[in-house]
């Protein structure tokens, strides 16, 4: 039985678009949108991209040392390389075949700007929307292509190996719909809505992740979440904008409650310290004034300049009522991005045959503990490319077909509480935020796995609401779980280091 697609693309953001458009004509390809097909975590970055395009002024070695520094040395070095040999090229590729608008000096030279942890400025941007001018310049290419299809408002629900391919149970606008595919990649995202508040998208529930999970994928380091320092410290709402790293690349001052600089109390590299180290300054600062008030300060920049450079930071923060070419820009850290994730090798393959995964949701190993700023963007275009090779590879070689009937739709269940949800996230913001608490660490991983439990057995109907709780009670789980066995083999290891000594 001949496949209906020969790959399957959940997500349409940088990864899932960049990889549809670098399969050849002939291979039948579909990618899948949860919602809208721009709503996707790409489409928010803001900062930009790093890559050594200016070889005059950087050095590949230099990338690579800035984040193996971010990453703590925990970096998987030869995904590193690959990402940063590979990326310029592929950037480029950006600009001269999808025509990406990267912003440019007087003298029509790519502009680099700076960002926290960087020591050569090496950020492409588009002012200060960089994710939406690639993201939108990647749909519009793809959705050119004759052989690539896409499904809006589409959930994937379900993926049964089937001889050489997988059975995809996919909720469309809310019904269920079975279709085979050949191959799939899972450029999901994050798993930002597991805490109450986050720079990411509506749809970043961990999904992908869950999938892979249940199929029996390998999942690595998930619990390294990042923490981005200076998201806006709205009143109201769960999701927070961010105020890009790159205002404070450009000068802007991180200031506490009572206005003053105080980040070289921390670390000499002041605001421009990795975003870990920034964070957990703030935090430690908060303590210190009894405040949680902290702000940016980009005025004396001049208002020409911010409204140039930063439009989309200055009109949202206009729709807040902050003026931030008068004003301090009140800030405080929230959840911004997830290094762990699916574990696949340099050519984004899981240990599932058939199944790679590239993105916010893949653990390559580029990032280590900590990622470096404009990193994101860079790792989605390289390994999302690099699972078309091997694919391509494979379809050349391999024959594919279901060889067994499409799983039977579910059907019947009661509706879902919506308190799983809450309780879930209260457990993570408790747990483990910028500094964790390992005490609420156990005593959240006792009551996630209750409520994953709950939601796994207890007769629920298969909705999108649904599959996004049983995802967020799954991540929250898997998280946990990897803090307290790095717990235990820290004490082991100091057991043993003890005993050594004695």
């Known amino acids: 039985m001949k496949n209906e697609y020969d790959v399957l693309i959940a997500g349409s953001g940088v990864a899932g678009l960049y990889a549809a458009l670098n399969f050849a004509p002939d291979v039948r390809v579909l990618v899948l949108s949860k919602r809208e097909l721009t709503l996707c975590n790409s489409f928010l970055a803001q900062g930009g991209v790093a890559a050594v395009v200016d070889k005059t002024n950087d050095d590949y070695r230099l990338h690579i040392a800035d984040t193996l520094i971010a990453g703590g ?23 001269k075949e999808m025509g990406v608008d990267f912003d440019r000096d007087d003298q029509q030279h790519i502009a680099m700007t700076l960002e926290g942890g960087h020591s050569r400025r090496r950020i492409l941007h588009h002012k200060d929307s960089t994710g939406r001018e690639i993201t939108e310049k990647l749909l519009a290419a793809a959705q050119s292509r ?54 990411n998208s509506a749809i970043a529930t961990g999904d992908g992740i869950t999938l892979a999970h249940e199929l029996g994928a390998r999942i690595k380091n998930l619990r390294l979440v990042q923490f981005h320092p200076t998201a806006f410290a709205a009143a109201q709402g769960r999701e927070r904008f961010l105020i890009s790293e790159a205002v404070r690349g450009e000068g802007a001052m991180l200031l506490n409650a009572e206005g003053e600089r105080f980040m070289t109390r921390y670390d000499e ?8 180290v920034v964070s957990r300054s703030i935090m430690l600062e908060a303590k210190r004034t009894g405040s949680e008030d902290f702000y940016l300060d980009i005025t004396f920049r001049g208002a020409d300049f911010i409204k140039n450079r930063f439009p989309m930071i ?58 470096l700023a404009s990193n994101s963007l860079l790792e989605a275009l390289v390994f999302a490319r690099r699972c078309t090779y091997d694919i391509s590879r494979r379809m050349r070689h391999e024959e594919s077909g279901v060889t067994a009937p ?40 006792r009551e996630a796995k209750a409520i994953l439990d709950e939601l796994k057995n207890g007769g629920y109907a298969l909705t999108p609401d649904y599959i996004e709780a049983k995802s967020l009670a799954t991540v929250c789980t898997i998280i946990l779980s990897e803090v307290i066995r790095e717990v235990i083999e820290k004490q082991d290891d100091n057991k043993d280091y003890k005993t050594a000594a004695v």
């Open 73 to 95: 040395y925990k970096n998987d070095l030869r995904s590193l390389e690959i990402l940063v040999n590979e990326g310029p090229e592929d950037v480029l590729r950006l600009i």
């Open 146 to 199: 004759p052989n690539v299809d896409f499904m809006e408002n589409t959930q994937l629900a379900a993926l049964t190996p089937s001889g050489g391919g997988f059975w995809a149970g996919l909720l469309v606008n809310g019904e269920y719909r079975a279709l085979s595919c050949s191959y799939c990649i899972l450029c999901t995202g994050g798993i930002g809505r597991v805490y109450p508040y986050t720079t």
């Open 269 to 276: 590299r002041g605001e421009l310290a990795p975003r870990d």
């Open 314 to 371: 200055y009109e949202r923060c206009l729709e807040e009522g902050v003026d931030i070419t008068k004003e301090r820009i009140p800030v405080f850290p929230c959840q911004h991005y997830l290094m762990g994730g699916i574990d696949v090798n340099v050519y984004g393959d899981t240990t599932v045959d058939r199944l790679y995964a590239a993105g916010e949701c893949s653990h390559t190993g580029v990032h280590g503990r900590n990622r």
């Open 406 to 445: 499409a799983p039977a739709a579910p059907s019947g269940g009661r509706p879902l509480d919506p308190g799983h949800r809450t309780r879930i996230r209260a457990i993570m913001q408790k747990a483990w935020f910028v500094i964790p608490d390992y005490d609420a660490v156990r005593e959240g991983l």
